[in-house]
């Protein structure tokens, strides 16, 4: 999952939540990983509706 916002930016791996990359302050990057958290299966769901139909 690629996260921007401004000159910020982060690389995720939603599999895991694992961080590849970030530039994110870390107050900045909690708060992205908790909502990759909270809607994660949302996210799975349309990347395989968009990939696999």
């Known amino acids: 999952m690629h996260v921007l916002k401004g000159e910020e930016f982060a690389k995720i791996n939603l599999a895991n939540l694992e961080v590849v990359f970030s530039s994110f302050k870390n107050k900045d990057l909690a708060f992205v ?3 990759l958290k909270e809607h994660k299966d ?3 769901s349309a990347w395989e509706r ?3 139909d």
């Open 42 to 44: 949302e996210f799975i």
């Open 33 to 35: 990983l908790e909502v």
């Open 50 to 52: 968009y990939f696999n």
